[in-house]
């Protein structure tokens, strides 16, 4: 559909009803017309369109832009085009949308993901965590190493008390430990020096990581695939 036609639809299919729903889990409803996200890929499930996404954005319309992040082509984007975005973020899940499903798949993702997390505002913040978390489930060619650099920064921001920071700070953590037997090693140990900073924010990011390594590694042992040694 051309963009005429997208926007048609969007208003078409508009329900006050949803919109209450989403606010109840937090999500900014300033200009949401409450359409399910299932509902939003499946229009764009095969197009891939710079020029339409930048068009979609610029709306400022809530679906408007998470159709915008199902149908650019991550070869396209560029860091201005991902700082731009990133300061129009005001809902959690435009924010994890941008970062998980377009953001992460662009040469860009590596470095915005150690950038972003000293930029100040909430959801520029989350990105980057998101960022982060939506790198270790989806890249599946870069080395566990890489990962290693994000662990640092990880612990740096557990202490911003701000809810969407911290629980993508978490998100970033278990995401880490859960790609491969080594990482959840090394994202174990970032969980306890975590919760030896001893400040709130950070017990509750380390407790509930840890409380989830420790079901992967049961389910490990329990398939005989754990051979980390140190787990």
Known sequence: ??????????????????????????INT???????????????????????ALRLWDTGVHE?????????????????????WAAGFNSWDVCDQACTSLFDQT????????????REEEFVRRGAFALMAGLAWHDKQSPDERFLQ???VIRQYSTDRRNFVKKAVNWALRNIGKRSPALMQAAWEEAEHIRALGDPTAR????????EFEQKKEKMHARGTLSHPRI
């Open 1 to 26: 559909m051309t963009f005429d036609e997208l926007m048609a639809a969007l208003y078409a299919q508009a329900n006050p009803d949803n919109v209450a729903g989403m606010a109840r889990f937090g």
């Open 30 to 52: 300033e200009q949401a017309l409450g359409i399910s996200v299932f509902t939003l890929r499946g229009m764009v499930k095969k197009v891939r369109d710079h020029e339409l």
């Open 150 to 152: 994000f662990l640092p």
């Open 107 to 118: 040469p860009h993702a590596w470095s915005k993901a150690l950038e972003w997390p000293a």
């Open 204 to 211: 509750w990011i380390a407790a509930d990581a840890l409380r």
């Open 64 to 84: 408007a832009r998470l159709l915008a992040c199902f149908c650019d082509d991550p070869a396209q984007v560029t860091p201005g085009q991902m700082d731009a």
